[in-house]
């Protein structure tokens, strides 16, 4: 019920920035739209803890709850963009992402799984607190960089609409993206790291040919990469964004295929 | 409502007229003491700006002395032998306050949304409120109304798109050089030719905050005197490649009949592309720079058609935040007319009670009369009975005239009381002196460039 009152509130948050766009407005009408994103966030946050408290367990493992947990990194994403000023306006953006995301999880339902496993110690904790903030950090650079993406067409090609006036510099935007991939990166490294010294700890818990150990081991080669281009000899804001959100999307899109296929039976995703 | 306007704008009169009777600011302190001697206007407010010459007035009692202002401003016109009255307008109550609140939000601006006319409206206020008159030519209705009205137009600014993008072919490059890269402080400009509109455009982006201008020419002494005035340094053409290839914004406004800078020269300065954005203004007929520039994936080339139609979008975005702008001047235009409402029934209900106090006073002295009998004790209980039913009576009619005030009947009610009542609009006292704030200072007038 929760977490579809956070729906409810992500989508009031979306129409509002929706708003702000068409209408141009300013002051009190991005403070609202700001401000409704955050409680939605809140909502979202207490929804997952209620999981939690009733289920016994991290919202990681059944599919719904996973991707509402995937959803929420998107939240988080939002929140760390709301003192930026301008920048807080990739929240038109993200609030899509975390929309779909929390609709999916609602229509396969949140439910506890099936499975009894161990999660406990403190590597599984950092491992976890690591890559939801390796992935926020994605989740911002990623938004950012459509933005840039779509902000350089409208300056390319001389069409200063809405869009224009709506969306942040470019320079704030690559900015955002480079921060986001780098602090992402160097979380989502730390979250390998940990991930793996914890199955070290606990050998038999999850094997390396484990398809969730491949996709999180392709996803840092993804987002490498991505950096990669945003930060190399020939890197440029332009390429950077559209780096980083094609590698983005396909992190995202082989997680939604691989959660949704694979079933809750197949136990820790994240 | 007495609140009434009268003058004239860019609407109803053209520049020939306007600039007949355009008053510097110690000419408007003589017209309002005029004003003040002439027809014993309690309040006024003189605005006058290259578009507008209006009178703002709360006169004392009765009916605006529209025909002293008409008047005044003839005499302004008349010195050059015309008459100004077909170009007067003329606006009371409700419309005359909803009239100041649009030309506080740029809504009555000749460019839509130009922001230099608040600072304009505010600057009238302080100086009309300075007049040295007693009592001063701004009081407790006028304070108000131009307290709010600045306050309305500062929110009509911020909370739509009044104010977006920038309504000058200058204006335009400096917010497309802000929407590529922020903050403009520390970005370099090269500047091609020394011409006067390549150095108004740099003028205006070093009001951004840009910092080492270059400036090409072929005539090194003019390069020299531009880079001079600038405070930049000047190079010869043929170093062109080096300083391109530091620069973040370029300015071409040469008269060179060919391209100035060519796809070559720019290759050279970057050999393997532009890995960086680079803003490009050619504002050169016929153009400086090889069009061809624009395909390179980092390169932002506009010419003076670009900027142009940069700024006939503005004023389209401008105009469709015309309505919302209207419903947030609409809302306040009724918070004035209800506080207003409630300064002007204060002394009606005043004199209301008085006169039934009066009555019930007169009535017990005609009842005691006749009751030499009562004692203190009955004629205390008396007394006691009668102010209760006074009150009662007088409760119901008090309450649902407060009540009134907000809507549009509120004037009518007021009007209905004082006649009920035999009450005057004379006789009211004036306003209570706790609306009557001191005038606001003078904030620095932003975006300079659109002016009135």
Redesign the interface.
Known sequence: MIHHLALGIYLIAFALWVGVLLRGSRGRAVFFASATGAVAVGVHAAALLGFHREYGELPLVGPGAALSSLAFVGGLALLVTLPLREAARVAIVLLPFIIVLMGVALGVGIEPSPLILEFRGTGFVLHVAFAFLGYQGFTLAAAAGLLYLVQHHEIKSKRLGRFFHYIPPLATLDKLGRVGGLVGFASLSLALGFGAAWVLQHPGVIALTDPKVVWAIGSWMVFLLSLAARVGRDGSGYRGAAATLVGFLLVVVGYVVLRLTSGATDGLFL | MRVAVIGMSHHTAPVEVRERIAFGPAEAAIALTELRNEAGVEEAVLLSTCNRTEVYLFPAAGSPPIEAVGRLLGRKAERTGDSIRPFLFEYRGEAAVRHLFEVASGLDSMVTGEAEIQGQVREAYERSAAVALEPPMTGPVLNRLFQMALAVGG?VR????IG??RASVASAAVE?A??????LKGKRVLVLGAGATGELMVEALQREGVEGIIVANRTFERATELATRLRGHAVNFDRLPDVLASADIVLASTAAPHHVLRHETFREAFP?G????LLIIDIAIPRDVDPALGDE??V?L?NVD?LR??VD??VR?RK??VP?ARGLIDAHTRDFRAWYASVEVAPVIRTMRERAEHYRRSELNRLYRGLDHLNENDRARVEEFSRRLLNKVLHDPTVQLRRGLGGNEGEGLINAVRFLYGVGEGDAPSPPPASDAPPCRTERIQNGEESE
Not at chain 2, 178 to 183: E, H, M, P, S, V
């Open positions: 929110q911020a909370e739509t798109a977006e993008g497309l802000r929407k590529i890269f922020g903050q393997d532009a890995r960086r954005p994936p980092e932002f506009y670009d139609r940069i979008d503005t975005v469709e935040a919302m």
